[in-house]
């Protein structure tokens, strides 16, 4: 049985390494990585992908060997949704991004009901905050498009997959940076473990 395989997104490798050493499947997933950054330029995500499938020699179906795309539709604006059409034996995970997958749908859409202008940060991008957003917008060079960027925003929330207290600390330095309230939720990394498992968890335990 071939071993499946999962391309992610590189914002999600410290999650996706505990899903699979959680679940004893380390070492049965083939796993490889698109950049971050792609986050700041989603019209890259279909692309890229399409070029690592054809690496990966994934672009055909193979009844023996799951394909999970580790993203969720991520501001590609549906054109994941139609790769996976285009290939259906892909699976994609499941939301229109990665914070409505960790929060759950209904957690999320009650966050957004209850303030639209809301930011969201997961532990990657609380690491990386300063990388992606704050120099990745150009706010370092140009401080003051601050409001430009985030002046209809009210609130940062911290949707944490670890309890680890430098990822609390970085999201609230974080949230005073854009001048933003600061809220925390643990999400833990339930739906993306749900996900990791309904596709390729059984036929990496089997082919284990």
């Known amino acids: 049985m071939s071993m499946p395989l999962v391309l992610a997104c590189g914002a999600l490798a410290g999650e996706l390494r505990a899903v699979l050493a959680a679940n004893g499947l380390t070492d049965s997933v083939e796993v490889r990585y698109l950049p971050a950054n792609l986050h700041n330029r989603p019209d890259g995500i279909v692309p890229a992908l399409r070029a690592l499938l054809d690496e990966c020699g994934a672009t055909t179906a193979d009844p023996d060997r799951p ?46 009901d209850a303030e639209p202008g809301t930011f969201y ?11 992606l957003v704050w120099q990745g ?3 370092d060079r140009h401080p003051q498009l601050r409001d430009d960027y985030f002046g209809n925003y009210t609130r940062l929330v911290l949707l944490s997959q ?8 970085l999201a609230v330095q974080a949230a005073a940076q854009l001048g933003l309230t600061f809220s925390h939720i643990h999400t833990g990394r339930t739906g993306l473990g749900d996900a990791v498992l309904v596709t390729i968890g059984k036929a990496a335990s089997h082919g284990a």
């Open 67 to 112: 394909v999970l795309i580790g993203y969720s539709d991520c501001g590609t604006g549906g054109h994941l949704d139609a790769l996976i059409d285009e290939l259906p034996h892909l699976r994609r995970l499941p939301g229109a991004h990665c914070y409505e997958m960790f929060a759950g749908a209904d957690v999320f859409a009650a966050l957004h």
């Open 121 to 131: 940060l997961t532990d990657f991008l609380a690491r990386h905050f300063d990388a």
């Open 137 to 139: 917008l150009g706010l």
């Open 162 to 169: 670890s309890t680890d207290p430098l990822v609390t600390e």
